[in-house]
């Protein structure tokens, strides 16, 4: 039989665990629940969900409901989601992150402080449209410079002071380049504070995945399409073993070339279920042994 070895350290960080526990609570109640966007970036996920009952709808949608109950998933939401749900009589299901509570209200209070203050200026190391950064740039009536490599540093102005922070899902090593980048283009008299705001269990990954990688032939790396995480954790693991590939249904293992006699490492991003990755198991399990009576 091949040698397959999930990855006992990857899969839903805790706030997606969170989000799922909240949502499968309510639904098994028997009662109508809608979830404000994809509750995770995970088409397979979703999809379990929405046999439960999972309504997922998008924001224009939840202006117009009224007196119903509605998640809010992991990635929290900026103020006005909050007032729209209050107006319209919407019972909340608040599943956003602790850590992305906690670090909307770092930056708020960081921008409040300064506010009157012309010469100060609050930087998002974080991906434009992404849901979280939505929710940071909300915290400050979207008055914020949003950046995610090095070829959007021009829309900070280095004269002024600069108060960097990090959407909590970002690469560790992204960030530490963009502070060094920075320090070394601010304005001598303008004042460069930045505060590593990433979820330390999501920048983890990156070391204990490298190492699965290394110890493996074979790499699967399965990942919804959309997940900002999966796609940093994927190029890290391919970075580490060129023989990775990125699976997001198990019937896509199909269309890989695979030696069964190879060690083979099966991992995922904090968006991806356990349960995907072991019928990506189960597949190459199968594969197997069809390989295995064609050549008999």
């Given amino acids: 039989m091949a ?13 997606v665990v969170n989000a799922i526990s909240k949502a499968e609570e309510e639904l098994a109640k028997g ?49 006005s ?7 319209n009589n919407i019972e909340l299901i608040d ?18 402080r300064d506010k009157a203050k012309d010469k100060s200026q609050i930087v998002i190391y ?11 740039l909300g915290q400050v009536g979207e008055d914020a410079v949003v950046v995610e490599s090095e070829n959007d540093l021009d829309k900070i102005d280095f004269s002024k002071n600069i108060k960097l922070f990090s959407q909590t899902t970002k690469s560790l090593d992204g960030f530490n380049k963009l502070v060094t980048t920075i320090s070394e283009r601010i304005a001598p008299e303008a004042n460069f ?45 391919k970075s580490v073993n060129p023989n990775t590939y990125l699976i997001s249904d198990p019937h896509e293992v199909d269309e890989i070339d695979l030696d069964f006699s190879k060690k083979i490492g099966i991992c995922g ?22 390989n295995s009576r064609n050549n008999s």
Avoid at 81 to 87: P, Q
Avoid at 126 to 136: M, Q
Wanted: with cysteine.
């Fill in 81 to 87: 989601t909050y007032e729209i749900a209050k107006r």
């Fill in 193 to 237: 504070e930045y505060s590593d705001t990433i979820c330390r269990q999501v920048a983890n990954r990156m070391p204990n995945i490298a190492n699965f990688a290394e110890k493996n032939d074979v790499v699967l790396f399965v990942s919804g399409k959309k997940s900002s995480n999966g796609k940093v954790l994927y190029a890290h693991t």
């Fill in 269 to 290: 991003a904090t968006s991806t279920p356990r349960w995907l990755m072991e019928e990506v198991a189960d597949r190459v399990r199968e594969l197997e042994i069809m």
């Fill in 3 to 15: 040698n397959i070895e999930i990855d006992q350290k990857s899969g839903f960080c805790f706030g």
């Fill in 126 to 136: 974080g991906k434009p449209g992404h849901a979280e950064v939505i929710g940071l």
């Fill in 31 to 79: 009662t109508s629940l809608y979830c404000l966007g994809d509750i995770v970036h995970n088409g397979q996920e979703v999809n379990r969900l929405a046999n439960l009952g999972l309504i997922t709808i998008t924001h224009e949608e939840f202006k117009n409901l009224k007196n119903v109950k509605v998640m809010f998933r992991a990635h929290g939401e900026p103020p």
């Fill in 95 to 112: 599943a956003s992150c602790p850590v992305v509570l906690k670090l909307q209200k770092r930056i708020k209070d960081a921008y409040e």
